[in-house]
Nanobody
């Protein structure tokens, strides 16, 4: 399984970005694709996750209402639409997959593998 993130960049506060996570070689067992972010000096945190089989989603409170997950028809590419971006959203964003995440709690990095290389998102005026 290989995951490749794209779509990061520099955006002003209040702006929007759409990140993509393209998965290749993924099997149906890996039904969950999660998004994580890591700011400098901070631990990697889970922010959202989508179930490729039924499209159920989970959002952390820090992004709920501003970020939205979607998939393409192949269900192998997941999009993270990020609106109303704030400086505290600045981080490297990663996607990863899981074959046992339950969607009952914030995604934990230890439950997801493999990982993409990450894409930088910078929110600054």
């Amino acid at each position: 399984v290989q995951l490749v993130e794209s779509g990061g960049g520099l955006v002003q506060p209040g702006g929007s970005l759409r990140l993509s996570c393209a998965a290749s070689g993924i099997t149906p067992d890996y039904y969950a694709i999660g998004w994580f972010r890591q700011a400098p000096g901070k631990a990697r945190e889970g922010i959202s996750c989508i179930d490729r089989t039924n499209r159920r989603t989970f959002y952390a409170t820090s992004v709920e209402g501003r970020f939205t997950l979607s998939m393409d028809n192949t269900r192998n590419t997941v999009y993270l639409q990020m609106n109303d971006l704030k400086p505290e959203d600045t981080a490297v964003y990663y996607c990863a997959t899981s074959d046992y995440y339950t969607f009952r709690q914030v995604p934990h990095p230890a439950d997801f593998h493999p990982w993409g290389q990450g894409t930088q998102v910078t929110v600054s005026s």
